[in-house]
T-cell receptor, first 114, second 114 residues
Framework: ETGVTQTPRHLVMGMTNKKSLKCEQH?????MYWYKQSAKKPLELMFV???????ENNSVPSRFSPECPNSSHLFLHLHTLQPEDSALYLC?????????????FGPGTRLTVT | AQSVTQLGSHVSVSEGALVLLRCNYS??????LFWYVQYPNQGLQLLLK??????LVKGINGFEAEFKKSETSFHLTKPSAHMSDAAEYFC????????????FGKGTRLSVIA
C-alpha cells in the first residue's frame, strides 16, 4: 500500500452503534488530520495530530473521539451519532504542520447514519 | 480570519475549450493558496500551490493559476479541457506564518461535454 489508506470505504450505522474509522499513512509523515465533507459545504477540519499529540480540536461533538496510537495510524471512534453526521470523512497527512506543507488525502469513508 | 469564495458551484465546458475556475480569498496576512481536485470516490489531490514565489504557478495535468494580490484572486485555468478533467475542484488558503489550518472553499464541479 502507498499513500494514505482508509477503511472501511463505506459504513452504515444506527444511532446507537459504536464503530471506528481507520486511517493509515505510508509516507513517513508526522502530522495527520480528520476532515468532514458534507454536500454543499466546505471541508471542515475536525482534528489535527502532530507527532501523535492532538494539537487541534475544532469544537467537534464528543460523540467523535480521535485516537493516534503512532505516527502512521489515526482512528476516529464513533458513538451515538446523529443523522446529520452522515458525510464523507477524509483523513490526510503532511510532513509536518508548517505552513505550505502539502496534505495528502485518503479516499475517504462514506458514512451513513440511519 | 481567512476565507475562500469559489464563484460558481458548477461549470460546464466543451472538450477542447478553455477551463476557468474562479477563486477569491480573504486574508489579513500574506496567504498561501492551493488548488485541489477530487475525482469521484476519491480523496483530494493537490493540483498546485502558491507560496509567495512566482505569481504564475504551474501544476499537474496542464493546469495553472495566477496569484493577483490586487484582486485577491487565484483563478485556475487550463487552455484545453479533456474529458478526464471532469471532477470537483477546491481552492484553499492558509496564512504565511504559523501552524494555521487550511480553509477550503465550497468547491466547483467541472463538467466536460464531448
Amino acid at each position: 500500500e502507498t499513500g494514505v489508506t482508509q477503511t472501511p470505504r463505506h459504513l452504515v450505522m444506527g444511532m446507537t452503534n459504536k464503530k471506528s474509522l481507520k486511517c493509515e499513512q505510508h509516507l513517513g509523515h508526522n502530522a495527520m488530520y480528520w476532515y468532514k465533507q458534507s454536500a454543499k459545504k466546505p471541508l471542515e477540519l475536525m482534528f489535527v495530530y502532530s507527532l501523535e499529540e492532538r494539537v487541534e480540536n475544532n469544537s467537534v461533538p464528543s460523540r467523535f473521539s480521535p485516537e493516534c496510537p503512532n505516527s502512521s495510524h489515526l482512528f476516529l471512534h464513533l458513538h451515538t451519532l446523529q443523522p446529520e453526521d452522515s458525510a464523507l470523512y477524509l483523513c490526510a497527512s503532511s510532513q509536518d504542520r508548517k505552513t505550505g506543507a502539502e496534505q495528502y488525502f485518503g479516499p475517504g469513508t462514506r458514512l451513513t447514519v440511519t | 480570519a481567512q476565507s475562500v469564495t469559489q464563484l460558481g458551484s458548477h461549470v460546464s465546458v466543451s472538450e477542447g475549450a478553455l477551463v476557468l475556475l474562479r477563486c477569491n480569498y480573504s486574508s489579513s496576512v500574506p496567504p498561501y493558496l492551493f488548488w485541489y481536485v477530487q475525482y469521484p470516490n476519491q480523496g483530494l489531490q493537490l493540483l498546485l500551490k502558491y507560496t509567495s514565489a512566482a505569481t504564475l504557478v504551474k501544476g499537474i495535468n496542464g493546469f495553472e493559476a495566477e496569484f493577483k494580490k490586487s484582486e485577491t484572486s487565484f483563478h485556475l485555468t487550463k487552455p484545453s479541457a479533456h474529458m478526464s478533467d471532469a471532477a470537483e475542484y477546491f481552492c484553499a488558503v492558509t496564512s504565511f506564518s504559523g501552524n494555521t489550518p487550511l480553509v477550503f472553499g465550497k468547491g466547483t464541479r467541472l463538467s466536460v461535454i464531448a
